[in-house]
């Protein structure tokens, strides 16, 4: 048998690649073609993507990508959730999108609240509370110039996915983060946009992961050199929703932490769980690909200490990680802990001073022991909602699967292990990716059908390495 291609375009919030992906004998092979960074700059007093740029970048990947592997037969996007771009009724991008780490919703989450009660929209939509969520972005968008002008609401990689294909649509386990979909039905919760004096039609119609998006442009097919007949095939383009799909533990016992900028830990279920008690304990139901429900937390990420290195690298300390992380290894448990998950560590700024703040360190603690403190802090913040999630969906777990670039990270894994008494599994670090490329290759025949054999696959195929908790 030949070997098939596909590409994944994988963009998360400090960096993105084009990466291609060789299915040969049941085995996938990742080739990263390009790689850009990627951030949020202030621009017109807001935080905003340049996703002009991006498109640039995801064009000069793709070029790559036709250099390399000519015979490529489609291709994914998955990015970030919950932002987007508005257009006008011409299809033109009104202005460049707004981060989710701006403080705009600040001035109107009350107004929502007020127009329609928390714990009622959490029976409906499910989803955690986030300040982010597009549903607080959108009322304060309401007020802003370009809403008169928006005739198209259009999620990030849905957005990418229209330049290159002209074919609008918004991708279902995106649309899951906004807040606006019905977390029981899958479809448009049609209440709360009348509610929140919002028109269903502003956002183009839903797409499933596994549906053929289009092909790609003529204009496309001329820059990059790509054969005209590439599509872009819908995948789980909210990032989290791909990694998921790329665990490598088969059966139902296992937590999953996808760490990256953020850590998303939780469990995967056939349905949501909408109690009061899962609200309050601020888990959100996603929804995954198949149809799944991804129950599960935003933690606070690696965006702590990757904030951080920028920091010191500001006051002229270049710290190499790999060295960081051996040196806070060294410095032995912090007894003095954060609250991963407070708000005032969102936005961007001086975090190694917030932090210090928050956990009570001196001020002339090192880096390795706000690292530590870190890493300390986001271990026990997995076990607590790891602990949690089981509770609240009355499940069984016996594994964590740690995925994404913090599978990397040995201490963090480690530490993991050590704080729950589980063993962990760590990696495929590509597992967005790989969820990414083999979504789009089961839809073409090219991976097997269901989850569980797909994680099989991975399981036996991809690099894993295990933990086991130390007493
Ligand atoms: C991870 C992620 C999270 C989402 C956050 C903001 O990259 O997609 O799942 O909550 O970014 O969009």
Redesign the pocket.
């Known amino acids: 048998m030949t070997a098939r291609i596909f590409a994944a375009v994988d963009i998360?919030?400090s960096s993105g690649r084009v990466i291609a992906g060789v299915i040969d004998a049941g085995t996938t092979t990742l080739h990263v073609v390009h790689r850009f960074a990627n951030g949020a700059s202030a621009v017109d007093r807001h935080l905003r993507w340049s996703l002009t740029d991006l498109y640039g970048e995801v064009l000069a990947g793709l070029r790559a990508l036709a250099a390399s592997f000519p015979s490529v037969e489609s291709i994914g996007i998955d990015?970030?959730?919950?932002?987007y771009g508005l257009l006008d009724a011409n299809g033109n991008l009104l202005s460049e999108p707004i981060s989710?780490r701006d403080n705009r919703t600040d001035a109107v989450i009350d107004d929502v609240h007020a127009r329609v009660d928390p714990q009622a929209m959490y029976t409906v939509n499910g989803l955690q509370f986030?300040p982010?969520n597009t549903v607080y972005q959108l009322a304060a968008e309401q007020r802003s110039p370009d809403w008169g002008r928006a005739a198209h609401i259009v999620l990030i990689p849905d957005l990418l996915a229209y330049w290159l294909t002209g074919e609008l649509r918004t991708e279902s386990t995106n649309a899951s983060?906004t807040g606006l979909l019905d977390v029981h039905t899958g479809r448009w919760a049609t209440e709360l946009f009348e509610n929140l004096g919002i028109s269903e039609k502003l956002f183009p119609t839903l797409d499933q992961p596994g549906s053929q998006r289009g092909t790609i442009r003529p204009e496309v097919v001329r820059f990059t050199g790509l054969s005209p007949s590439t599509v872009v095939t819908t995948v789980g383009s909210?990032?989290?929703?791909s990694?998921v799909v790329a665990v490598p533990v088969s059966g139902t016992r296992f937590a999953y932490i996808?760490s990256?900028?953020?850590s998303?830990a939780g469990l995967e279920l056939a349905r949501p769980v909408v109690t009061e008690d899962a609200r309050r304990a601020n888990f959100?139901n996603?929804r995954g690909v198949d149809g799944r429900t991804r129950f599960?937390r935003?933690v606070g990420?690696l965006w702590l200490l990757q904030e951080s290195l920028r920091s010191w690298a500001r006051e002229g300390r270049q710290l190499e990680l790999h060295q960081l992380l051996e040196e806070a290894r060294g410095v032995g448990p912090s007894t003095k802990r954060i609250d991963v998950d407070d708000v005032k560590f969102i936005a961007p700024g001086d975090m190694p001073a917030r932090i210090s703040d928050a956990a009570g360190l001196s001020t002339s603690a090192t880096p390795a022991e706000v690292t530590r403190c870190i890493l300390d802090s986001l271990a026990s913040a997995y076990r607590h909602t790891v602990h949690t999630a089981g509770e609240l969906a009355g499940a069984k777990v016996e594994t964590i699967a740690i995925i994404g670039g913090g599978s990397q990270n040995s201490l963090l894994c480690q530490l993991t292990a050590d704080e729950s008494g589980l063993p962990v599994t760590a990696g495929p670090v590509e597992a967005?990716a790989l969820g990414n490329i083999l979504v789009q290759a089961r839809s073409r025949g090219a991976a097997p059908s269901s989850l569980e054999e797909i994680r099989q696959t991975i399981a036996h195929t991809q690099l894993i390495q295990r933990y086991e908790p130390r007493l």
Do not use: I, M
């Not at 990015?79 to 932002?83: G, I, P, Q, R």
């Open positions: 998360g919030a990015t970030w959730a919950v932002d989710y986030l982010f983060t909210h990032d989290t929703a990694a996808s990256g900028t953020w998303l959100t996603e599960l935003n990420g967005t």
